[in-house]
């Protein structure tokens, strides 16, 4: 009997000292704040235990930090609080005129949008396509001819395509495109550059787009050029569907001088128009593309409405890829079952309004846009936390498991190789952010069945990222490595 008791206490002792080993240390964290990588940076960090929302190790966790794409943590958990997992956007199709016995509509097309970021994504390519099942249910109304154009109804977003806050910079850059009511193609384009033996590149969209202005002076570096240093420039002005592009590309091996990058696309709109165009000839629907000015008593026949993905599907492309774009959809969409028109303005104030009902502090949160692009806009590591515990702790009621639309350090997405060679690789999941200065993750450990939120936040630092990263990695390892 002795021996017994004596084998259960040691084993109560064992867990109980097990349990304390597992607790984060905050030795760690000082560490990693006082590391040389850090010396002159702002730096935070929030280790959150979920059930209890107490911050077992942190510094600077109350302190404004510039959280670049980790502010996706919150927008994308405020869309999934405020309008649940199976959200559907929608985009109809009406028929506006009259279809006569022969077949032909004498009147428009209309779409009107409804701020869909995934039609035509090819992000999504196991989706029917939205322009070969518009042309299917033209076929299906008995329509063979229309004599009429295509009419966008932009109204479902009353707001300028890029938040104000963004830097110019960024605008024509793939991960700077605007958001519309009517988006296509994830509102890029593909712009392919062609040597010349003048030492000159020619631009050319991949996709042929004639209304697109496209002016270009790019060249490539000179042989000994040290003066110019390779660099581009590139421009986009989305009232006159203009893009434009200067600088220097730097010397490419022979043979490979030719090449293509991913841009913003002005003007997404036109692009899904040429593409039903080119659907209908090829389907044998003549189009003669003539608006027609169609009264208001005019038939009105909807032909399709077009669902997107759900939006907990939405989430975890947005939270894998880092989309900007998509980022912005869900900021504007938590505006749908409220009054206010879907601005950037109004979806940032519904956020405010969520979570401040929820308990949280919202003076620790300065949101200017959706996606963290905006270099202004800061979270403080408790406020990520905080965001991060609740979301979670609904998710019975959401019927989603939020950490679960997160990357997997090592493995998936935007944090595919942080982690990768270490005992944690697969084991904690994240969101990441950069910019010029700036390094952030927030997420939960463990991956499955998680016990706590974490925010690492690193603005202005002077070491290289590579440096930094390296010590986020450290981190980690050191909170809650084996």
């Known amino acids: 009997m002795l021996k017994k008791l004596l084998i259960f206490f040691t084993a109560i002792a064992i867990a109980a000292t097990t349990a304390i080993a597992a607790v984060p240390s905050q030795s760690a964290v000082n560490r990693f704040a006082g590391s040389d990588a850090l010396a002159c940076a702002t730096t935070g960090v929030c280790v959150m235990d979920l059930h209890t929302g107490k911050v077992v190790a942190g510094y600077n966790a109350d302190k404004g930090i510039i959280t670049a794409s980790t502010m996706k943590i919150v927008t994308a958990a405020s869309a999934l609080e405020l309008l649940g997992k199976d959200f559907l956007f929608h985009t109809r199709v009406y028929a506006v005129g009259d279809i006569d016995s022969q077949g032909t509509l004498k009147g428009n097309i209309v779409i009107a949008g409804g701020g869909d ?24 109304a ?38 519309h009511a009517i988006n296509f193609a994830d509102n890029q384009m593909k712009i392919k550059f062609s040597y010349h033996k003048n030492g000159r590149y020619s631009l050319s969209t991949v996709t042929d787009m004639p209304w697109l202005n496209l002016h270009s002076d790019v060249r490539q570096q000179a042989i000994g050029d040290t003066i110019n240093r390779p660099g581009l420039t590139s421009s986009i002005d989305y009232n006159n569907c203009a893009f434009g592009m200067e600088g220097i590309v730097a010397r490419r091996k022979r043979g490979r001088e030719n090449f293509a990058a991913w841009y913003a696309c002005p003007a997404p709109q036109r692009l899904l128009c040429d593409s039903i165009q080119r659907a209908l000839a090829s389907n044998g629907i003549s189009f003669t593309d003539s608006k027609d000015e169609t009264s208001d008593s005019a038939d009105r026949l909807l032909l399709l409405d077009y669902t997107s993905p759900s939006l907990a599907e939405i989430i975890k492309s947005t939270l894998f890829r880092s989309d900007n774009m998509f980022a912005e959809a869900l900021l504007r969409a938590a505006t749908t079952y409220s009054d206010y028109p879907a601005t950037t303005s109004n979806g940032v104030r519904m956020t405010y309004k969520l979570w401040k009902q929820q308990g949280l502090d919202t003076h620790q949160l300065s949101m200017k846009d959706g ?10 590591p408790r406020f990520l936390c905080d965001v991060l515990r609740l979301t979670y702790a609904d998710r019975d009621s959401l019927g989603v498991d939020y950490s679960q639309l997160l990357p997997r350090a090592g493995y998936d997405g935007s944090v595919k190789w942080l982690m990768r060679k270490t005992s944690l690789r697969g084991k904690i999941t994240l969101k990441s952010g ?21 925010a690492v936040m690193v603005n202005n630092f002077s070491a290289s990222r590579s440096d930094v990263v390296a ?10 490595g084996k």
């Not at 039609?119 to 070969?132: C, E, M, Q, T, Y």
Request: hydrophobic letters at 40%; proline letters at 8%.
């Open 434 to 454: 950069s910019m010029g200065g700036v390094q952030c993750y927030a997420g939960y450990y463990p991956a499955k069945n998680p016990r706590y939120a974490v």
């Open 142 to 179: 008995g329509i063979k001819r229309i004599e009429g154009g295509i009419e966008l109804d932009a109204s479902a977003i009353p707001d300028q395509p890029v938040p104000g806050y963004w830097m110019l910079e960024d605008l024509p850059e793939s991960y700077g495109t605007g958001y």
């Open 117 to 140: 970021p995934t039609l035509g994504s090819r992000f999504f390519k196991d989706r029917p396509a939205f322009v070969d099942t518009l042309v299917m249910q033209l076929q299906v």
């Open 371 to 380: 996606s963290g692009l905006a270099r202004n806009g800061w979270a403080t």
């Open 471 to 480: 010590q986020v990695q450290r981190l980690f390892i050191n909170l809650f």
